[in-house]
């Protein structure tokens, strides 16, 4: 089990090497992460490259038994090559280049960009391609983040057009055809004319913002597949990693399509960042950890985890002592099986000194380092348990194209596909069961139960697996928007919606409202009333048993939530986003419909099983700054106990 | 009476044309609108016209006896003409052109795109000059609509610079003059030096401001003529509309002038749109139905009626079962005369997927399909009635000039004039009455009562106007901020406010407070005591008899309500923006002093009287969701009732 | 004593010159200020001076016994040198030039325009070097106001780059070294690639951001000081001021650099603005005072007073009877010695019409020319005491780098220096104690008490002076964030906070956190218990006695607040803003410590004593408006009263 640092040896004296390393051997370390960012510092002018700085640094990793995890340096382009091809800057939405001086300023469709990484990357993997210490590559840092996963430069325009050409087959008739362009007048006759959908009075043509999302997706998938082909080729059997950053569902690109070049999922786990208040609700930082884990489907690394504030130009929260600790066990609880903390000593300049590292500038271990050296400490023992997979009953299914869709057209100002997705996760938190969060292209029928949120953009493929699974036993739960719309993000022509799916869900929907609030109308059930808000389907039930119904005027003959039997199976559809109760009872439930267990948590303790045959423990956390008592267990504010089963 | 339906058959496959057509009958209708945004199907490359398609689509609705509203296309130029000009694209503050991709992205100062304007609409005219089933001709679509009502790109720049040469006969001494230019040192030695406003440090030259925006109006009112005068020339007897979109007060154009080139004037009537949580209340629907039916002081049509939710990114509120229709019967009641439904069926593809028309993308007749056929056949008994000219005994009045001085200077971060407008305006709709919404230019002294709010710019024409009025027994509203600025937006040397306004309202104005709030200083009358807010003068009284003075310390010396007899007539003052109780107390005293009639409706029920002789009639509509009694009337939710007089 | 009008004769027909003079004496003045912003009328063609006008207008003055303050026209270059030389507006953020129109548009990097500024002043200069009635020459017009402090245009960035090189003694290495761009991989071979701060993926380096603000203070103080070079080489002996407007903390300039070119300090005091309901607090009307004071620690001039309501789109509060004459007692009070209204009759043109002066557009005295009036004849008998220097027992310091390091990274959402200090400020005004506003870098060995809150950036230098202040017996009080940084805006390696005064204060700070709230920890000491918010440090003393500390969960074994005797004197610690009843408690003590008195003086009631020797007086001012009684006084609404001591 790889624990380790981040460390970045190059922003500190050379004469401090050695004894840092003896700390980071102190502190229970066996790897440290280092290289990314550091591009100058491997070739400081232009094809001059040297090695020589990050060789002592590995012969002395290497001598003390530390493993390294090297890093491509290729977020951080030196000011060399930008002064050389000035039109690496990508561009924000109204063309102004973005400044030198960030990081991930380059644009992924520059082939100067490309080139020069080719060329770092190259040299790089020859020069260490035998080099024992090196346990995994990573390639760049946090893909897509802050912003940089959108460009709007002219040759971003240009490589747009030559993705749609090779969709099209070139055939730009069969575009208008797709995009309905005769709508506003719109027709193209060559694929030259179209346009970034860049600010205009109204709004671009939805099927061709789809496509545009599809792109940026693609420019920086295609990015990390070319990192990862170079360095196999150079090295075969190396292990490439990259370490993606939090909120992947909203990034304008595909992180699973980005994962699948990868041999190995890293993620960099902030509870709380800069200016929060608060950390991240429990559940939240469980689902990110849940999302990470599904990219592949797969264990994971945390390649940052953190152990103070952290924020640019805003910090935030202090974690309490013990609770950043009790985030690494959730880690490891929902898959991590190798964890470095970001990192070893804070820098004291440039633009992340209020990110605390385990250190702080004074050099004095402290509260953060002692918590991270007894976190090493105690997890080294579970190595076996938490080496096994990850196993859940239920998953979340979630479609980029859907997700997309809602960018480009939000619908109720409310609409957050994403919120959503942890509302409907909290409730499994809460339940104690641990819950996949997967793409819908994904094979889910070894489920118990599948939730299909808000999946406005969906094909027949889809529809057909989601029916084989409830009619082979499975319960889903599909909430309303779900397919609304075609891969092309356009309405379906002569179907009534939820197109395909109606026979599965018993029911059809006559009209949608969008509320723009949250539980603002009431509804009505067996158990009595509640409320819903968001969104809302005017359900028409074909056969659908009605489980709530609409209880203000004009609306009641319609059914909000439905349950339909269908072949040896059950399918719940949520036409609205109802209130906590209702939504909890629903849930609760389909668990039961899915054989699933419930256990009786307090609010704020997560339960988790890992391990397989005599190594199976039970890991209970509360994150709770107060103590409680869970499943007969007391337990001290963020204490974490790990329960043999 | 045109009752129809807009239908963009150019949208869908060929053969549903005559099926579509037959159930567009069905419906109850006599017209549809076509052709507007279809310029690509008109011109699909340069300088080959193909009305084919059109043709087609014209016959079959001669054949089925409907008649055809054609647009013409230029609202949306195609993507051809974009690339061989694109500077025709026009331009954002910061000189960022707008994409292609939206709809009115073409400058009005471009040279070639008023040429090729000219060049489509002289070859559609000629092509249909003789056709019978062409009702009228409708040029564009919402002119100036979502922003597109102004340009900041250097062709614009130039225009204006003419349009100030032409304005001031080539004499740049006189402008200088005019705007004060040695504040800030701003004299200039030639037009070409004259900027835009855009933006700069603190703000810029107020009467160059007015200017800039007489220009951008001048801008769109000279393309609609030219496009009316091109198809006059041609059809020689065309009726020529135009369909105007909502909150035309706000809008850089002056629609008044713009309305002086049409035949008639058409309204796309959007009571709810996109991110409301509910509609506009009723008395600010009829606000704007009046205040088109004041653009030329004619009846008018309806182009776009609603009958679903509405919305591009973001949709609304779904108008409740009869409650679209009522809104159908308010425009008749308001003075439309013809009335077409957008849309037929909503768009499968393109930007507004989410505007629903009549019939869904599964193409079944639903209850906004029944809703709207049944208003065909319930409204059609009436045409006598609604064909006659709506009679109002009060006015409303608005400057353009005026509007536009508070868009460049708000004064109060309250000060919404138009907002002041409507609440004067639903005073009069709570007491049944109707009122025409003019311009100050027109001619006035037909009515009983007159209200000129916050006319901050004035001219001695007006004046004399409206004193005349007063002086032969009129009733005169006039409040704060009312005649302050001359026409270039200056204040008037040696003059007191309210300028040459002081012996008809009997008062001059000492001070003026800018409060930033509502109802934050208490007033007191001979009934007790109010609040004000927003703004207020300090008036002291010069034979007018004071309603309402300031109670707070400092300003118990002022009057902030006064009434003036002058003449045979009365004139009121409001120095501030009185809370609601005492506006209604005192405009029901100048109702009754204007010898008006007051009917006593229950909150929420309108009734307006139509028609002449012996084909009278009151229309009452009850907007409420609950039923209510009204005049002697059970109504239920939304009814409507047409009572015979 | 200088007591006069700012008068724009250009604005007005000739014909007004005298009967205005005439009123102007009438109203008590002996000066008018005049010329700024009158550059075409000086230079109406390129080359070709007149100063005919002027002369006029001067002689005039002569004559009727005014003495005249005369201004560089620079802040308003004009049309004519825009054309010729476009380049000199001045850029935004995002690289669009700023319109010509607005003042304050040129860029202070642009050759053409330094070289037009040299002309017309050489020529100004040179005609007027002889005139007696010219009592003192303002350069240009509230330097940096507006955002005009900063430029984002390639001249400026080229100009950063020498800015920098001559720092590094173009010693590119040493810029890496200092700024630590091995941090992203950002080094430098040239200082030509250094961008400027502009919009990034992320943010800047910190430490080359403090130099962007470094230059972008030099650059406007450069420019200040060849004004004031260039008049005093021509005219020997010449008074050269500048008129200063509020907020100069925030700031992207010292104006204590930029007043060390000056003869005299002038203020633009504006207690009221566009869009306020109501004034400042008189406390913060007071910092202002004291800020432009602490400029050059000398007494200064208000050369813009104002007596009716300001703004520019939108006005704000009316100022009431007798409080802005109250306003021009404060001015007096804490150290002005002439005063100048703005301005003698509002603008009836250009952008200031809603700036009222002392007469409106109808030219007819009233409630502010009478004020303003018996201001001027109630003042001058007191001209001796009001010439003596302030004395003030207390000093607040402020250090540019560390107000522009908290602009850089703000830390805390609420985290606001400025307020910070007023705050601590307000606790002095109400206990009747001066307090100067002073930059640190000046001597503060003679006061008995010193304040330094959140001075972030410090040096040895600082600390030494500090300690031994301290240790010869004065008080100190330290907030938050002192002593964090060095002055490259980095941490300091190997030292733990508060860097270098952890003897002095007796104490060091463990961690840090960043609260995002106003008095949301609970904080507890001898006298019970408190709140704290925005920021916290966790005190561990080292000798320090604690006066307050944490009362929440995890952090009670921390310090909050403490004190620590030191040599012959005190040093306290406020780790965290404590609510204000704690404050009060804090800094009450530690006047008590300094041997400091305090008035029981009413809320809004404010002490000054003023003069020296025989003449010496206490000013007291009712802010409020209501009667009150303070020091046996009875005091009505906005009173003042002189009170010989």
């Given at each position: 089990?790889?624990?380790?640092?981040?460390?970045?040896?190059?922003?500190?004296?050379?004469?401090?090497?050695?004894?840092?390393?003896?700390?980071?051997?102190?502190?229970?370390?066996?790897?440290?992460?280092?290289?990314?960012?550091?591009?100058?510092?491997?070739?400081?002018?232009?094809?001059?490259?040297?090695?020589?700085?990050?060789?002592?640094?590995?012969?002395?990793?290497?001598?003390?038994?530390?493993?390294?995890?090297?890093?491509?340096?290729?977020?951080?382009?030196?000011?060399?090559?930008?002064?050389?091809?000035?039109?690496?800057?990508?561009?924000?939405?109204?063309g102004t280049p973005r400044a030198f001086g960030g990081r991930h300023v380059s644009c992924y469709s520059s082939v100067p960009y490309r080139a020069h990484c080719a060329q770092i990357i190259t040299h790089l993997a020859e020069h260490y391609k035998n080099e024992p210490a090196i346990a995994a590559w990573q390639i760049d840092n946090e893909l897509g983040h802050e912003g940089s996963d959108q460009c709007w430069c002219p040759r971003c325009r240009a490589a747009f057009h030559n993705f749609l050409k090779e969709k099209f087959n070139g055939d730009i008739q069969a575009l208008n055809q797709t995009y309905g362009t005769v709508f506003w007048s719109q027709e193209y006759d060559r694929?030259?004319?179209?346009?970034?959908?860049?600010?205009?009075?109204?709004?671009?043509?939805?099927?061709?913002?789809?496509?545009?999302?599809?792109?940026?997706?693609?420019?920086?998938?295609?990015?990390?597949?070319?990192?990862?082909?170079?360095?196999?080729?150079?090295?075969?059997?190396?292990?490439?990693?990259?370490?993606?950053?939090?909120?992947?569902?909203?990034?304008?690109?595909?992180?699973?399509?980005?994962?699948?070049?990868?041999?190995?999922?890293?993620?960099?786990?902030?509870?709380?960042?800069?200016?929060?208040?608060?950390?991240?609700?429990?559940?939240?930082?469980?689902?990110?950890?849940?999302?990470?884990?599904?990219?592949?489907?797969?264990?994971?690394?945390?390649?940052?985890?953190?152990?103070?504030?952290?924020?640019?130009?805003?910090?935030?929260?202090?974690?309490?002592?013990?609770?950043?600790?009790?985030?690494?066990?959730?880690?490891?609880?929902?898959?991590?099986?190798?964890?470095?903390?970001?990192?070893?000593?804070?820098?004291?300049?440039?633009?992340?000194?209020?990110?605390?590292?385990?250190?702080?500038?004074?050099?004095?271990?402290?509260?953060?380092?002692?918590?991270?050296?007894?976190?090493?400490?105690?997890?080294?023992?579970?190595?076996?348990?938490?080496?096994?997979?990850?196993?859940?009953?239920?998953?979340?299914?979630?479609?980029?194209?859907?997700?997309?869709?809602?960018?480009?057209?939000?619908?109720?100002?409310?609409?957050?596909?994403?919120?959503?997705?942890?509302?409907?996760?909290?409730?499994?938190?809460?339940?104690?069961?641990?819950?996949?969060?997967?793409?819908?292209?994904?094979?889910?029928?070894?489920?118990?139960?599948?939730?299909?949120?808000?999946?406005?953009?969906?094909?027949?493929?889809?529809?057909?697996?989601?029916?084989?699974?409830?009619?082979?036993?499975?319960?889903?739960?599909?909430?309303?928007?779900?397919?609304?719309?075609?891969?092309?993000?356009?309405?379906?022509?002569?179907?009534?919606?939820?197109?395909?799916?109606?026979?599965?869900?018993?029911?059809?929907?006559?009209?949608?409202?969008?509320?723009?609030?949250?539980?603002?109308?009431?509804?009505?059930?067996?158990?009595?009333?509640?409320?819903?808000?968001?969104?809302?389907?005017?359900?028409?039930?074909?056969?659908?048993?009605?489980?709530?119904?609409?209880?203000?005027?004009?609306?009641?003959?319609?059914?909000?939530?439905?349950?339909?039997?269908?072949?040896?199976?059950?399918?719940?559809?949520?036409?609205?986003?109802?209130?906590?109760?209702?939504?909890?009872?629903?849930?609760?439930?389909?668990?039961?419909?899915?054989?699933?267990?419930?256990?009786?948590?307090?609010?704020?303790?997560?339960?988790?099983?890992?391990?397989?045959?005599?190594?199976?423990?039970?890991?209970?956390?509360?994150?709770?700054?107060?103590?409680?008592?869970?499943?007969?267990?007391?337990?001290?504010?963020?204490?974490?106990?790990?329960?043999?089963?």
């Amino acid at each position: 089990m790889l624990l380790g640092v981040d460390y970045y040896p190059e922003q500190w004296p050379s004469h401090m090497l050695e004894a840092d390393m003896d700390r980071i051997l102190e502190l229970g370390c066996n790897v440290i992460r280092i290289g990314e960012f550091a591009w100058c510092r491997m070739e400081p002018v232009e094809n001059q490259y040297d090695f020589s700085y990050f060789d002592g640094v590995i012969a002395m990793a290497r001598k003390k038994g530390l493993q390294v995890i090297l890093g491509t340096p290729t977020a951080t382009p030196p000011a060399w090559l930008i002064r050389k091809h000035p039109d690496i800057l990508s561009q924000f939405e109204d063309g102004t280049p973005r400044a030198f001086g960030g990081r991930h300023v380059s644009c992924y469709s520059s082939v100067p960009y490309r080139a020069h990484c080719a060329q770092i990357i190259t040299h790089l993997a020859e020069h260490y391609k035998n080099e024992p210490a090196i346990a995994a590559w990573q390639i760049d840092n946090e893909l897509g983040h802050e912003g940089s996963d959108q460009c709007w430069c002219p040759r971003c325009r240009a490589a747009f057009h030559n993705f749609l050409k090779e969709k099209f087959n070139g055939d730009i008739q069969a575009l208008n055809q797709t995009y309905g362009t005769v709508f506003w007048s719109q027709e193209y006759d060559r694929f030259e004319d179209i346009p970034l959908p860049s600010p205009t009075i109204t709004t671009h043509n939805p099927a061709l913002r789809l496509d545009w999302e599809r792109f940026c997706s693609e420019n920086l998938r295609s990015f990390a597949a070319f990192q990862a082909d170079l360095l196999r080729e150079i090295i075969p059997g190396a292990v490439v990693i990259h370490d993606f950053p939090g909120g992947g569902l909203s990034k304008h690109v595909s992180y699973a399509d980005l994962a699948a070049c990868l041999d190995r999922v890293a993620y960099n786990n902030y509870p709380v960042w800069g200016g929060q208040k608060e950390p991240l609700p429990p559940s939240e930082i469980a689902f990110g950890l849940d999302y990470i884990r599904g990219l592949k489907g797969e264990n994971f690394w945390i390649t940052e985890a953190i152990m103070g504030a952290q924020g640019h130009d805003i910090t935030g929260f202090l974690p309490r002592p013990n609770q950043a600790k009790l985030w690494s066990w959730q880690a490891m609880a929902h898959g991590c099986d190798g964890l470095m903390y970001f990192r070893y000593r804070g820098a004291t300049k440039g633009a992340e000194q209020f990110c605390y590292g385990l250190l702080d500038a004074d050099n004095i271990p402290r509260r953060r380092f002692l918590e991270a050296q007894s976190f090493f400490r105690e997890v080294r023992p579970y190595e076996e348990a938490l080496s096994t997979p990850v196993r859940s009953e239920a998953a979340i299914l979630y479609d980029y194209d859907a997700l997309a869709s809602f960018r480009i057209q939000r619908q109720s100002i409310l609409l957050n596909c994403q919120a959503e997705m942890k509302r409907l996760h909290a409730v499994f938190f809460q339940a104690g069961q641990s819950v996949d969060v997967i793409p819908a292209s994904r094979d889910f029928s070894r489920y118990k139960l599948v939730l299909a949120p808000n999946m406005i953009v969906t094909d027949p493929d889809f529809a057909a697996r989601l029916k084989a699974f409830v009619a082979a036993g499975g319960v889903a739960v599909v909430t309303y928007r779900t397919a609304v719309k075609d891969r092309d993000n356009n309405l379906v022509f002569g179907k009534t919606i939820p197109v395909d799916l109606g026979d599965l869900l018993g029911l059809y929907v006559e009209e949608s409202e969008s509320l723009q609030e949250s539980d603002c109308i009431p509804i009505v059930g067996e158990t009595g009333g509640g409320s819903a808000g968001v969104f809302r389907d005017m359900i028409v039930p074909q056969g659908a048993q009605v489980l709530w119904r609409y209880d203000d005027p004009f609306y009641r003959q319609y059914a909000a939530i439905t349950r339909n039997p269908y072949g040896q199976g059950i399918a719940y559809y949520l036409g609205t986003a109802p209130d906590q109760t209702v939504l909890e009872q629903v849930l609760t439930e389909a668990m039961a419909r899915a054989d699933m267990e419930r256990l009786d948590l307090p609010q704020g303790v997560e339960s988790m099983l890992r391990g397989e045959g005599d190594c199976r423990v039970r890991i209970l956390l509360n994150h709770n700054d107060v103590s409680v008592h869970a499943l007969g267990q007391a337990l001290d504010p963020f204490q974490v106990k790990i329960l043999p089963l």
